[in-house]
């Protein structure tokens, strides 16, 4: 196996760094999950197949990883700001339930998108409102240290304060002179300013008023906990006061991770984690895809292709393809085009797999062609310099449609067995399912074909077989046509006849 030597863009730094965890061969990993009132959309695929993939990595490399993801099911308010309806609560009231229904009802279905793009449950996933204690606790160490205030009931961080010997607004690039004065906020008159010292405090506690419903006492006011606390005290609680990498897209950067990092300096001192990785966005005609925007597709109308955008449904295998064909911190913007291109691509993928299963090395080279052992080694090691280097999904995907090239050619007759050594085909195969399957994740999808066993198939095509030597071409033509319905191709070469997902 190749040597490794992972390297992590750190948004903190703005460099790759090569990964050293803190305390080896453990590793803390810590990604912000959904906040979950609504259906998961294609923009939350991305942050979790990837952070999915680090996880599948780090795990093969030989570490033994906590991945924990939290679920939000209070205190996100509108706006994503410290004023408005928590959008749960906004969800609950519209829909006449109680605000931990809509809490299960997507909480469910979250889970449901996440086990059909094949994604790992994280070891601990951690509920918001299930850890008040531990945020209140929080939050009254970060008052005794002076770095936040009780204003009317609720309790703000003091940005000013904590700005005068700490770096605020590293890790996103803000200005603090221009955030304390509140320069190019569009919500100002929105947000509180009423309670707040200056523009760029935010909520740590939120006393809460007639309309918000979740509610609970705390040393300040009955109230609910700031959006921001919550991330800190769970990956604190389960993780330590410092771990190793901090995931999500992007868009949390500022002020969700901004405000993570004060908080945990506030309370203890030194700062919360190592590396900071975040996935860039995926937009629609160049707009990011949000819920706030309007402009989103659900995974599940992905699934059953019952959204008006869609030409076609497309399968979670796809959906995860699509993703993983970028690099994550990459744009990657949606079209019908480029989903049927990752569907032809995974199906290509997938068929490699299906005929490197099928194959068998005689057992000898009795000419082997060095330079044909050269082009399969340096496949196998860009499938690991792609992963190395940032967790490149695209350089590794690049590298497997070169070892997919020899494995048609092996099939097909094009390269002969005895030109290919036999511990090198073996490391092609090993490394070409392993990458398949356990390190990007993808299955094997039957779809139409779910009806068709392998020992069915085995059955058509011995009857395809017969139809041709006895040249009963209309049969021949019948089976061919019945099988493609069904999106199966069947193979004829000179090898023998075998059957395909049709890409």
């Known amino acids: 196996m190749p040597q490794h030597n992972l390297y992590i863009q750190n948004t903190l730094s703005r460099q790759k760094e090569k990964f050293e965890p803190l305390h080896p061969p453990h590793v803390g990993l810590y990604v912000c999950g959904p906040t979950v009132y609504g259906e998961a959309h294609l923009g939350h695929a991305r942050p979790y197949v990837t952070f999915d993939v680090l996880y599948r990595y780090l795990s093969h490399l030989g570490y033994k990883v906590r991945y924990v993801r939290n679920i939000t099911d209070v205190g996100h308010l509108e706006n994503d700001g410290d004023e408005g309806e928590d959008k749960i609560a906004k969800k609950a009231r519209l829909e006449q339930l109680e605000p931990m229904e809509v809490v299960e009802l997507y909480t469910e279905s979250f889970h449901e998108s996440m086990r059909l793009l094949n994604n790992h449950h994280p070891g601990i996933e951690p509920r918001a409102s299930g850890h008040i204690p531990e945020q209140i606790e929080m939050i009254q160490r970060i008052i005794d240290n002076g770095f936040a205030y009780v204003s009317n009931g609720s309790v703000y961080f003091d940005v000013s304060t904590y700005a005068q010997n700490n770096d605020y607004g590293k890790l996103s690039g803000r200005v603090i002179e221009e955030l304390i004065a509140g320069a190019g906020n569009e919500r100002r008159e929105l947000e509180g300013q009423e309670e707040k010292r200056n523009p760029a405090d935010f ?18 006011s009955i109230g609910f906990p700031g959006w921001h606390i919550e991330c800190s005290a769970m990956s604190r609680k389960y993780l330590g006061e410092t771990f190793d990498i901090h995931g999500g897209g992007m868009d949390l950067v500022f002020p969700h991770h901004e405000s993570e990092i004060a908080q945990s300096k506030g309370s203890c001192g030194h700062a919360p984690v190592k590396y ?23 995974l599940k109308e992905f699934f059953e292709g019952s959204n008006a955008l869609l030409e076609q449904a497309y399968s979670p295998m796809t959906i995860r393809f699509f993703i993983l064909q970028a690099h994550y911190r990459s744009t990657l913007d949606f079209s019908n085009e480029a989903l049927k291109a990752a569907e032809k691509a995974y199906k ?32 196998i090691n860009q499938c690991y310099e792609g992963l190395n280097d940032d967790l490149n999904t695209a350089v590794t995907i690049a590298a497997l449609f070169e070892l997919l090239k020899i494995i048609n050619s092996l099939k097909g007759g094009q390269i002969a067995w005895e030109k290919l050594e036999p511990e090198v085909f073996e490391s092609l195969r090993n490394t070409y399912a392993l990458m398949v399957e356990t390190i990007l994740g993808l299955r094997e999808e039957r779809g139409k074909t779910a009806q068709f066993s392998e020992v069915l198939m085995d059955t058509i095509l011995e009857a395809y077989r017969s139809a041709k030597e006895r040249k009963d071409y209309s049969q021949v033509d019948a089976i061919r046509a019945r099988l493609k319905s069904e999106g199966i191709v069947v193979k004829d070469a000179k090898t023998g006849i075998s059957w395909d997902y049709e890409e």
Request: no cysteine.
């Open 276 to 298: 900071w990785m975040h996935n860039n966005m995926i937009t629609i005609n160049g707009r990011k895809m949000g819920k706030s925007l309007g402009n989103f597709i659900t």
């Open 203 to 220: 909520a740590l506690w939120k006393k809460a008023d007639e309309r918000h419903i979740m509610r609970w006492s705390s040393p300040w």
């Open 348 to 379: 290509r993928i997938y068929n490699g797999l299906r005929s490197l299963r099928s194959l068998e090395h005689p057992g000898e080279a009795s000419s082997p062609d060095d330079q044909l052992k050269e082009r399969v080694l340096s496949a």
